[in-house]
């Protein structure tokens, strides 16, 4: 035998289903195993769920995960297997590596380094580890990290990998998505496995947990820096790679450290696999497979099956339905006009015609009476004077009503359709276009919507979302002849002053710098900073930019800072 | 002059309000020099609010904080001051307390213990400290702590002051309230005091910031542990305190360290003051005064005048109209009924009689008619079939369109009046009764909902709110004869469940421990799980209990854990 075999089983686990979890669990170690892997890793607390958030702070759910851990521990026979779970000593928790060969716990590693910032609340969960965890297998000494350890250069376990002469580095993450993430943790790693002279395995966790994606994409990366292995990204994944083992290295005496040697698995007659490498993906690819995942994983985890949308006619809400299709079938997915005497007649049967396209049912609902019926109970206590963005808001939260009255009766989960931008700058109704269980676009850039929009097209081969939402001027319709850009600067100047502002929290002398003029970045700033109590009731969504709305940033909402 | 006399101001701050807070401190340092003080403290952070929160992150803020800090120091003379700010050392940032003398920065402190539990997320921002700051002045020692550092047994705070000699510690804080946290802050400090053998300090902050309250209750505590002077509660208060000085000390030459000599600055002519101690206060008064300064902190501080509530004739909007008129006003609290067909006679009559007790404005506007115009626009979609929770649903929304209407037109924020009890387990409308500003009662349990409201009545020495309204048994009148208890647990079995399970994570079984049946302990659980969607799209509301809802307890909403 010259080879040692190393299975990563990127699997899509639901926090806090701890028992669901454990079956998984033993049922990829079982499709390991049968590979003739000797070694099979699994994401960061996969066995609870990641992150478990406030969870962790019940010591109840910390015994449970516990006493899953011990009974897949005995399940696992004939490979040895890297497990994440939350540990614990007295009251203390830690993130952390379970090691487990021949139905028996063999040592617990603890994550060194806690992540304490962006989505990250470690620190409020985890005491941090000291240790390092060594094992070696016919020759072939491995070391076991958890996710942030291998993203400090100079940390503790950089130092631990080259004292102990690590020839692997086993890595358990639960790496969450943004675009252009996969190319950050390959740089990442590249700098560890480097720093370090090991191969790094990295395990990543797949799939949707409330407003986070992870998308996969484990990896396999020699000591030269380049990947040698991966694997696909939004979805689950068993990994596996074979290692060249240097018969020499079994005879090395000249590694200190306390380390356990653990027998291999592997039946002698298995030939070398041909590691795999999974397909890139450009930044829409990678985009639009996160808000299809992250779709998914929030309706069926949370025990829905069908969703309610309204239908505007819009490009946000075309972007949103195409994408709900994509994740839930055609028949899952509910459109609902609710045209008013606003509605143009392109925009009305454009929402025929998208629902026709994508084969949805369509339930029509017009507003105009119901809106009438208020005004008139309204006549007296509004007095005398125009209407203004009070009318506009009361039929965007009829509209809220009329869905979450069909989701009330039906069981419906209802999408909502605003784009980050809007957010951003609180271009929307509070308890109207932002009411419903969750915001799928919320952290997709207006920009963005529009080439998601012609990329949705362009993969189906066909006009799904038909030409005329793309080409029109985007508009509310909550009062006549309303253009979005009456209110806001054009999406291509908005969307990188809200970029430079929210994500990277750049002032508005730097952002007028980078040429837009000064008295519209200072309305930018302004209404992002007024609009902060909106987003705070708003609808989770999914995370796809370096800073998401949400607990990624946490802005206060009394707040005269300017 | 045998005497020293520390004022520390209780200030009420608003967070990033840099130019205003460092204002009243420059006058707040006048008043304690106009009062012969030779020191002044001030609260954590005071200059830039607390809690801050991601505003940290943008490095303009940390400049502008400095910028204000240096201004403030060359205002400060004739007295030495102690000013909470955010200090920095290149990307590094510190939750620290300046020592300003005569025009100058003469030393800053950085917190050493930084909390990151409950509601505090420190590390998120701040690097920890690992040095003392000590001064000396008239021959008495003093050194700087903030906050969490005379918190923790054991401290390096704690070996500091022992290992330089100190006679007084000054702790600035931001300690925020729930019931009976004073007793608890005063427990800690006398540990602290015993531990160290120092006269301690505490200057903690006033006012409301989003949902936490910062009670005040600032203290003198001797080190034999009495407390020796306190500051009033729920306001702003200059608490000045004269210690004797001890003669002999300024010729100790036995105690180490780096230490500033500062000059006293009183007059010698000053005579002692006798130093004060607030009243006690009982758990419903503190709880009143927290949703009163709460209210009125929230309300004008994002600059409202006018607030607009909706009066159900029910106990829970009836104590939030009494809380809204005590905080802003009568003339600045407008009341709205809007009866439906389930609506009784007498809860009608008593929204009605509240308004007149309570002299404020009452709108009236009936949902009758808008309720039938939407079910007959939902007649087709909803098909056959007796309606439930969508028609109960659907009353509860058009109310908060109505709300959010006059909200819309007229300026004014909605008070929401959902209890804690209910915002628990889900017994609440989505956009319905959940819709609006700021929740004033959110964290109050129903049977303390109750009680205050007796309290009330007890305190105006009139029937502010109508005894019919305490005596019915609560209803939400969305359905013919509805009762709460139809639903739910009696309120005086439900509350001490969802302490015992939201407030002390105590398991189903250590519950049923208590006394509770198995089957209604099951219950309550599921239901509070099962809303947590609900709860992350709630109004912000004040904290009053050890542990809201909020950021103080942070469950995922895609979670199987049962």
Redesign the interface.
């Known amino acids: 035998m010259d080879i040692l075999r190393i299975a990563q089983a990127q699997i899509n686990v ?5 028992v ?1 979890n454990t079956d998984k669990i033993i049922r990829w170690i079982e499709r390991a195993r049968e590979a003739s892997a000797d070694v099979v890793t699994f994401p960061e607390l996969a066995l609870c ?1 990641y ?5 962790l ?5 910390i015994r ?1 995960n516990w006493t899953m851990l011990e009974h897949l521990a005995k399940q696992c026979k004939g490979i040895t297997a890297v497990v994440g779970f939350a540990d614990s000593e007295g009251d203390k928790v830690y993130n952390s590596a379970a090691l487990i060969h021949e139905g028996r716990l063999v040592g617990v590693y603890h994550k060194i380094e806690l992540p ?2 962006g989505v990250f ?1 470690e ?2 969960y985890f005491e941090a580890g000291s240790g390092c965890l060594v094992f070696e297998m016919h020759g072939m000494r491995f070391s076991l990290t958890v996710c942030e350890d291998v993203w400090i250069p100079g940390s503790m376990a950089e130092k631990f990998a080259v004292d102990n002469g690590t020839d692997v580095v086993l890595n358990i993450s639960a790496s969450p998505f943004h675009a252009g993430k996969l190319t950050v943790r390959h740089q990442v790693v590249k700098l560890f496995a480097r720093a370090t002279g090991t191969t790094v395995f990295l395990n990543n966790l797949v799939g ?3 407003e986070l994606m992870f998308d996969g994409g484990s990896l396999v990366m020699n000591p030269t820096g380049e990947v040698i292995a991966s694997a696909k990204r939004f979805e689950e994944h068993l990994l596996i790679t074979d290692l060249d083992v240097d018969p020499s290295a079994s005879t090395r005496t000249d590694r200190p450290g306390r380390v356990f040697h653990l027998e291999p698995a592997g039946s002698e007659s298995r030939g070398w696999i041909q590691p795999t490498l999974a397909p890139d993906l450009s930044r829409l690819d990678e985009v639009y497979k996160a808000l299809v995942l992250g779709t998914q ?2 309706v069926l ?2 025990g829905f099956k069908k969703v309610v949308i309204g239908l505007s006619g819009g490009i946000d809400s075309s972007l949103t339905v195409a994408v709900a299709v994509e994740a839930l079938g055609t028949e899952n997915v509910i459109g ?1 006009t609710m045209p008013s005497e606003y509605t143009s007649e392109g925009t009305l049967s454009d929402a025929g015609a998208l629902a026709d396209k994508l084969n949805i049912q369509l ?1 029509t ?3 105009g ?2 809106f009438h ?2 005004l ?3 006549k007296d ?2 007095g005398d004077g125009p ?4 009318a506009e ?2 039929q965007a ?2 509209r ?3 869905l ?3 989701s ?2 039906f069981g419906w989960l209802v999408l909502t359709t605003g784009n980050k931008s809007e957010t951003a700058v609180g271009y929307c109704t ?2 109207g276009d932002m ?1 419903g ?1 969750f915001a799928v676009i919320k952290d997709v850039p207006k920009t963005t919507v529009f080439e998601l929009s012609e990329y949705v097209n362009q993969r189906a081969e066909k006009e799904l979302i038909p030409r005329s939402v793309i080409e029109r001027p985007p508009t509310a319709e909550l009062a006549p002849d309303q253009k979005d850009e009456d209110s806001l600067p054009p999406y291509d100047i908005l969307d990188p002053i809200l970029q430079a502002y929210v994500e990277q ?1 750049r ?1 508005r002398d730097e952002i007028s710098a980078l040429g837009f003029a000064a008295e519209t970045v200072d309305e930018v700033i302004r209404m992002v900073d007024r609009n902060e ?1 909106k987003r ?5 969504g999914i995370k796809i930019t370096p800073r998401a709305f949400g607990k990624d ?10």
């Open positions: 639901t926090v806090g289903d701890l669901a769920g992150p478990p958030e406030d969870l702070l019940k010591p109840k759910f449970d304490n910032y609340d620190k409020r949707g947990q409330d994983d929030y985890k949370n609902v339930i609902v017009p507003i009476k119901i019926s208020f008139d109970e309204l206590p509004f209407l203004g963005i009070e808001n009361l939260r009829i809220a009503n009329i979450m009255s069909l009330n009766r509070l308890y009411a269980g929290d002032t109590y705070r009731q708003g609808t989770p940033r946490r802005m206060p909402i009394t707040n005269l800072y300017s």
